[in-house]
C-alpha cells in the first residue's frame, strides 16, 4: 500500500494538464500509455472528484495500471509527483547519489529510479502549468557532460569503474542482449517423411495394414530439445556490483520469448545458497530484482563457495539438471574454506551440467595468475573460463555457447598451475 501524503491543491489549478504530465511520465518509465487512457483519466477524475487523496490515487490506478508488475512503477511515480514536498531535490539526489544533504537517509525502493528518471526527463524544460516555480526552492543544474559515455566505451568498461548513469546505460544495453543457444539433438524420434532414418516398425505396420506389401519406408529423424540455463551467482562482498548486472542480464534472458532455453534458473550465494527463479519470472525488472535482494539475506557478506555449492548439488542438482543444463557459475572463487571440499562439489556439478562456464572478474587484470587455493581447486573442472566484468563479456557468452571446443584462459592458467 502506497504512502499518501498530503495533497495540496494550488491556488490556480489545471488538473487536467498536471494528469497529461502525470501520464507523460508513467509512458516514459514503462507503462503503456496511451491518449484514450489520458481522456478515460480526466474524465474518471471528474466523476470521482478530488477531496480524497486515497479516491485519487486508485482513480488514477484503475485508468493507468493494467498488469500486475506496474503497480509498483505507478506508486513510485504518483508519490514523487502528486507530490512528495522538495520532489525535484529527492530526484536529484537519487540520480547523483555524491550529492549530500538533499537525498534522504533511506533505503531506496523499487522502481524508485526508474520514476525519478522518467521525471527528470526534460527537467531543463518548463514545468507544468500550476506549479509554481519558486515553490520548487534552488534551482539545480546538472553537467552530464563528463558522466555520457557511447555504447562503444561502456562495453568495455569495468562495471565496477562506472558512474550512476553509465550504469543505467549498461542495463539498457544488457537487457537488449540474447543469449542463443543450439538444441541437443535428443535419442528420441519423431515421424519425418524428409528424414534421414528408417522406422522399420513403423514400416512392417504399414505393410500389414496392407496385406503383406511394402509401398514404401516409414522415415523418422532424431528429435530436438532445448536445455536449461543455470546460473549461479556469488553476491558476496567483492562480487556485489557484477552480480547486479549478471543478474540484470539474466531477467532479461528469462523473459525472452524464443530464446531457446527450456526454462531458466537462478540461484544466488555468500554464507548460503537462495533460489531466486520464481521471481526472475516477474516482468517488471526493477520488482523482481528488488524481491530477489529481500529473499537474498547475504548480500555483501562473506563467501562459503564449497558449502554453497554442495547444497546445490544436494537439494537442486537433480530438480534442474535433469535435461543437460548449461550452468553458469559467477565468482572470484576466493574462498576461505577447504579446497578438497570445493573440488569435490565442482566435480560433481561437472559431472552433472552439460557444460560449466565461469565467469571471473578478476580475469580484467592482465597478470591474473591462479594463485588463490579457491581458484586452483575449481579451474580443472569447469568447461570454459572467461572474464565477466563488462558488457563485452557478458556478449562473449554467446560465442562460448557457438563453440563448445573453446576453453578460454583455461589451458594458459592450467599450465601455470602444473
Excluded at 554467446?398 to 602444473?418: F, H, N
Aim: hydrophobic share 40%; with cysteine; glycine share 8%.
Amino acid at each position: 500500500m502506497p504512502e499518501f501524503l498530503p495533497l495540496e491543491i494550488p491556488d490556480a489549478p489545471k488538473l487536467t494538464h498536471n494528469i497529461i504530465w502525470f501520464a507523460r511520465a508513467l509512458r516514459k518509465a514503462g507503462l503503456p500509455i496511451g491518449p484514450g487512457r489520458v481522456i478515460d483519466a480526466v474524465r474518471a477524475v471528474e466523476v470521482a472528484g478530488f477531496s480524497s487523496k486515497a479516491d485519487f490515487y486508485w482513480t488514477l490506478h484503475a485508468c493507468f495500471v493494467s498488469r500486475p508488475e506496474h503497480r509498483t512503477v505507478f506508486a513510485q511515480v504518483f508519490r514523487l509527483y502528486w507530490r512528495d514536498p522538495r520532489f525535484l531535490e529527492h530526484m536529484m539526489s537519487m540520480m547523483l547519489p555524491a550529492v549530500r544533504g538533499v537525498q534522504e537517509e533511506r533505503a531506496g525502493q523499487a522502481a524508485e529510479k526508474r520514476a525519478a528518471e522518467a521525471l527528470l526527463d526534460g527537467a531543463d524544460q518548463a514545468l507544468p502549468e500550476g506549479v509554481d516555480q519558486e515553490e520548487q526552492g534552488t534551482s539545480i543544474d546538472i553537467d552530464a557532460s563528463m558522466t555520457m559515455s557511447n555504447e562503444e566505451k561502456l562495453r568495455t568498461l569495468d562495471f565496477e569503474q562506472m558512474s550512476t548513469d553509465e550504469i543505467a546505460q549498461a542495463k539498457r544495453m544488457l537487457a537488449r542482449l540474447k543469449l542463443p543457444v543450439q538444441p541437443i539433438v535428443s535419442r528420441r524420434t519423431r515421424h519425418d517423411p524428409s528424414g534421414a532414418g528408417i522406422d522399420w516398425q513403423a514400416t512392417m505396420r504399414q505393410s500389414m495394414r496392407q496385406g503383406g506389401d511394402l509401398s514404401g519406408f516409414v522415415r523418422k529423424s532424431r528429435r530436438l530439445r532445448w536445455p536449461n540455463l543455470v546460473v549461479i551467482c556469488d553476491i558476496s562482498g567483492s562480487m556485489s556490483q557484477y552480480s547486479r548486472m549478471v543478474l540484470h542480464f539474466l531477467h532479461a534472458v528469462a523473459n525472452q520469448k524464443g530464446a531457446g532455453w527450456a526454462k531458466v534458473y537462478g540461484f544466488t550465494f555468500g554464507t548460503r545458497l537462495t533460489n531466486i527463479s520464481r521471481h526472475l519470472a516477474t516482468k517488471d525488472v526493477d520488482a523482481a530484482l528488488a524481491a530477489a535482494g529481500a529473499e537474498a539475506q547475504d548480500w555483501e557478506g562473506g563467501t562459503r563457495i564449497g558449502d554453497c555449492l554442495h547444497s546445490f548439488n544436494r537439494d537442486w542438482s537433480r530438480r534442474v539438471m535433469g535435461q543437460g543444463a548449461v550452468v553458469l557459475l559467477i565468482t572470484d572463487g576466493l574462498d576461505r574454506g577447504s579446497p578438497e571440499d570445493l573440488a569435490k562439489a565442482m566435480q560433481r556439478l561437472n559431472m552433472s551440467s552439460r557444460r560449466l562456464i565461469w565467469l571471473n572478474p578478476l580475469l580484467r587484470w592482465e597478470g591474473f595468475a591462479a594463485k588463490a587455493q579457491g581458484i586452483r581447486a575449481m579451474l580443472p573442472y569447469v568447461d570454459r573460463f572467461q572474464a565477466g566484468h563488462s558488457i563485452a563479456s557478458i556478449e562473449a557468452l554467446a560465442e562460448a555457447l557457438a563453440r563448445p571446443d573453446e576453453v578460454g584462459e583455461k589451458s594458459r592458467l592450467l599450465q601455470d598451475i602444473q
